[in-house]
């Protein structure tokens, strides 16, 4: 069945499915960005609107708080290592949340997938670089320092 524009999330409607989703894994909301501090990260998620369509990116930075001492709030373009949430369309995973084509269960869906590989355990850098070293293609947006930082490099 096709969907019609008026069977579109709305905007309002996908940015609290994800709000209240992080707040349930203690993310605190500041400004734009959702938070969670912890002892040696500070993990950060942000939404980015496409310039081309009616969608958006989840992106998700992490600060290794050894390396950013002074960075309070950070913003995830700020991450050390930053990544993007993927969703599943039309039977394949892409990074780009399409209001259009989502429904609120497949944004709950992903939110539980990217949660269990970005979020749940990554309480340490030591977990930080085992998600590295199980997803090397991260490599890519890890800053060279952070590299260094980890042994990566």
Request: proline share 2%.
């Amino acid at each position: 069945m096709l969907k019609t524009y008026t069977d579109m999330i709305e905007l309002k409607t996908f940015k609290k499915i994800v709000g209240d989703y992080l707040s349930g894994k203690e993310f605190l909301k500041k400004g734009s960005y959702y938070y969670l501090f912890l002892k040696e990260l500070i993990i950060v998620i942000g939404f980015q609107k496409s310039n081309y369509s009616n969608g958006y990116y989840i992106n998700i930075g992490y600060i290794i708080s050894e390396l950013n001492p002074n960075l309070l709030l950070p913003r995830d373009v700020d991450g050390d290592i930053r990544a993007r949430f993927s969703i599943e369309s039309d039977g394949e995973k892409i990074d780009f949340f399409d209001l259009y084509k989502i429904t609120n269960d497949a944004v709950v869906s992903s939110l539980e997938e990217n949660s269990k590989l970005y979020v749940t355990g990554i309480t340490t850098v030591e977990n930080l670089r085992l998600l590295l070293e199980k997803n090397p293609i991260m490599l890519y947006q890890t800053k060279l320092v952070a590299k260094q930082f980890l042994n990566l490099e």
